[in-house]
């Protein structure tokens, strides 16, 4: 008798430990684990890699599935405030490898051995205590960002002009490899500086009701899904942009999966920014309609023609417009990434040969160097209160921005572009003076003509 009530009391205590151990089949403990504990979501998944000491101010894991990772952070015990990112980690499919993670309690950095990369995240006091991107090493180059002045330096010696980047749009696969690769993304960044803005607001309501979600303002546009991507209004969708009566909207298909598009005449009652910019680009790229999760490719380059940039959403992708091969139009969001997508250039010589000279800041905004010595070679230097800096400059036609004038394109040794719109280029008799005003978004400037250049 006494066997058998020993036999039940270990029974009882193996089953126990079985329960608890399937009841955390995640592998994590502490703030992640009541996180993911808390729905069913994250049932199939499995820590690849794991960080957490009691009481620490951060705590890290990357969990998978069959086929999605995704990196989660969990920040000040007494915030409650867990972020997660797909994009910042690689997937089953790209075949790397398991990550590492470590932290402080300040940051969280997480590490590839195949390829060979590392990216840490630093902990911004506020509300959301959001991670941002301070330090990153990949293909040899080395990024370092100050928050503090928004400079990302590349090798000590390049400028990335980027936005802060967060560790929820932060984007493992398009991260820049090279300083080519950052001088391309500076480019394009030059001509969408004063076109992005999406919002992402959430609405919920309720409403039975099922809407059909088409990748542009025009039901005869491309339709995910085999044609039949729809959204139902019972779920919380996000207000990305509105065009005349049609919203851009990001919704949930799944754990792994999100869809962003255009619903018509729905009752959402917000408003968001309008699109306006149309920059043409050359080449071609693929193209996703979920460039914050899945990333999945809807169509490939090859499949499209006219690409149309219209505004960034993040420092890695741009929302633009393009024809099927079939004469379709269709939306989505292409890779900044792809050095095979560039802005159309039409040069503009007669604007480039009154331009010539060496100009100075009169009035208005500074919104480029106080002397611009633009040389008719296309050499140039810029002086300021920082000193003489080299550069290269020309001047293209402006056919893809709203306006007149022709645009001036600046390019500096440290890799910095900036695109400026000529707005006013001439003798001003009220002045009796040659002067130039350049634009940039809604601010300008005004230089007065010092010196012609032969």
Same mark, same amino acid.
């Given at each position: 008798?006494?066997?058998?009530?020993?036999?039940?009391?270990?029974?009882?205590?193996?089953?126990?430990?079985?329960?608890?151990?399937?009841?955390?089949?995640?592998?994590?403990?502490?703030?992640?684990?009541?996180?993911?504990?808390?729905?069913?979501?994250?049932?199939?998944?499995?820590?690849?890699?794991?960080?957490?000491?009691?009481?620490?101010?951060?705590?890290?894991?990357?969990?998978?599935?069959?086929?999605?990772?995704?990196?989660?952070?969990?920040?000040?015990?007494?915030?409650?405030?867990?972020? /997660?990112?797909?994009?910042?980690?690689?997937?089953?499919?790209?075949? /790397?490898?398991?990550?590492?993670?470590?932290?402080?309690?300040?940051?969280?950095?997480?590490?590839?051995?195949? !390829?060979?990369?590392?990216?840490?995240?630093?902990?911004? !006091?506020? !509300?959301? +205590?959001?991670?941002?991107?301070?330090?990153?090493?990949?293909?040899?180059?080395?990024?370092?960002? /100050?928050?503090?002045?928004?400079?990302?330096?590349?090798?000590?010696?390049?400028?990335?002009?980027?936005?802060?980047?967060?560790?929820?749009?932060?984007?493992?696969?398009?991260?820049?490899?090279?300083? +080519?690769?950052?001088?391309?993304?500076?480019?394009?960044?030059?001509?969408?500086?004063?076109?992005?803005?999406?919002?992402?607001?959430?609405?919920?309501?309720?409403?039975?009701?099922? *809407?059909?979600?088409?990748?542009?303002?025009?039901?005869?546009?491309?339709?995910?899904?085999?044609?039949?991507?729809?959204?139902?209004?019972?779920?919380?969708?996000?207000?990305?942009?509105?065009?005349?009566?049609?919203? *851009?909207?990001?919704?949930?298909?799944?754990?792994?999966?999100?869809?962003?598009?255009?619903?018509?005449?729905?009752?959402?009652?917000?408003?968001? !920014?309008?699109?306006?910019?149309?920059?043409?680009?050359?080449?071609?790229?693929?193209?996703?309609?979920?460039?914050?999760?899945?990333?999945?490719?809807?169509? +490939?380059?090859?499949?499209?023609?006219?690409?149309?940039?219209?505004?960034?959403?993040?420092?890695?992708?741009?929302?633009?417009?393009?024809?099927?091969?079939?004469?379709?139009?269709?939306?989505?969001?292409?890779?900044?990434?792809?050095? *095979?997508?560039?802005?159309?250039?039409?040069?503009?010589?007669?604007?480039?040969?009154?331009?010539?000279?060496?100009?100075?800041?009169? /009035?208005?905004?500074?919104?480029?160097?106080?002397?611009?010595?633009?040389?008719?070679?296309?050499?140039?230097?810029?002086?300021?209160?920082?000193?003489?800096?080299?550069?290269?400059?020309?001047?293209?036609?402006?056919?893809?921005?709203?306006?007149?004038?022709?645009?001036?394109?600046?390019?500096?040794?440290?890799?910095?572009?900036?695109?400026?719109?000529?707005?006013?280029?001439?003798?001003?008799?009220?002045?009796?003076?040659?002067?130039?005003?350049?634009?940039?978004?809604?601010?300008?400037?005004?230089?007065?003509?010092?010196?012609?250049?032969?």
């Amino acid at each position: 008798m006494e066997r058998l009530i020993v036999s039940c009391i270990l029974l009882l205590l193996l089953c126990c430990a079985v329960s608890a151990a399937l009841a955390n089949s995640w592998g994590l403990s502490g703030p992640l684990l009541t996180y993911v504990s808390a729905v069913r979501t994250w049932n199939d998944y499995s820590a690849d890699t794991f960080f957490y000491k009691r009481n620490a101010d951060t705590t890290a894991a990357v969990i998978s599935s069959r086929y999605h990772s995704i990196l989660m952070v969990s920040g000040p015990l007494d915030s409650g405030i867990t972020h /997660s990112s797909t994009t910042a980690v690689f997937q089953p499919a790209d075949k /790397s490898g398991h990550p590492t993670v470590t932290c402080t309690d300040q940051t969280v950095t997480v590490f590839y051995s195949k !390829p060979a990369c590392s990216f840490t995240f630093t902990r911004e !006091p506020g !509300p959301r +205590q959001d991670y941002y991107l301070t330090h990153a090493e990949k293909g040899g180059i080395v990024f370092d960002m /100050s928050l503090e002045d928004n400079v990302c330096l590349v090798n000590q010696r390049l400028v990335w002009q980027t936005e802060p980047i967060t560790l929820e749009n932060f984007n493992i696969r398009l991260f820049p490899e090279s300083e +080519q690769a950052v001088r391309h993304l500076n480019l394009i960044y030059a001509y969408l500086n004063d076109a992005s803005g999406f919002w992402h607001e959430p609405v919920f309501r309720n409403m039975q009701i099922s *809407l059909p979600v088409y990748s542009w303002t025009d039901a005869q546009s491309f339709r995910a899904a085999k044609g039949k991507a729809a959204v139902s209004l019972k779920d919380t969708v996000y207000v990305m942009a509105t065009q005349d009566r049609w919203s *851009l909207i990001e919704y949930e298909v799944s754990a792994r999966t999100h869809r962003i598009g255009w619903i018509y005449d729905a009752p959402l009652a917000k408003t968001a !920014p309008v699109f306006t910019t149309r920059v043409h680009a050359s080449g071609t790229a693929w193209l996703t309609d979920d460039p914050l999760v899945s990333q999945y490719q809807i169509k +490939q380059g090859s499949e499209l023609n006219s690409i149309q940039l219209i505004a960034r959403l993040n420092p890695f992708y741009a929302y633009a417009s393009a024809l099927t091969k079939d004469g379709q139009q269709i939306g989505g969001f292409v890779p900044l990434t792809s050095e *095979l997508l560039l802005p159309v250039e039409e040069p503009a010589p007669e604007t480039g040969a009154k331009l010539a000279g060496v100009w100075t800041f009169v /009035s208005g905004g500074e919104i480029a160097s106080e002397i611009l010595n633009l040389r008719k070679d296309g050499s140039g230097l810029l002086t300021g209160s920082s000193g003489a800096i080299p550069c290269a400059w020309r001047t293209v036609k402006n056919a893809a921005f709203s306006g007149t004038g022709d645009m001036l394109i600046i390019e500096q040794e440290n890799g910095c572009i900036e695109r400026y719109s000529i707005s006013g280029l001439g003798f001003v008799p009220e002045t009796g003076r040659t002067e130039l005003t350049l634009t940039c978004g809604e601010s300008g400037g005004t230089w007065a003509r010092t010196e012609a250049i032969p």
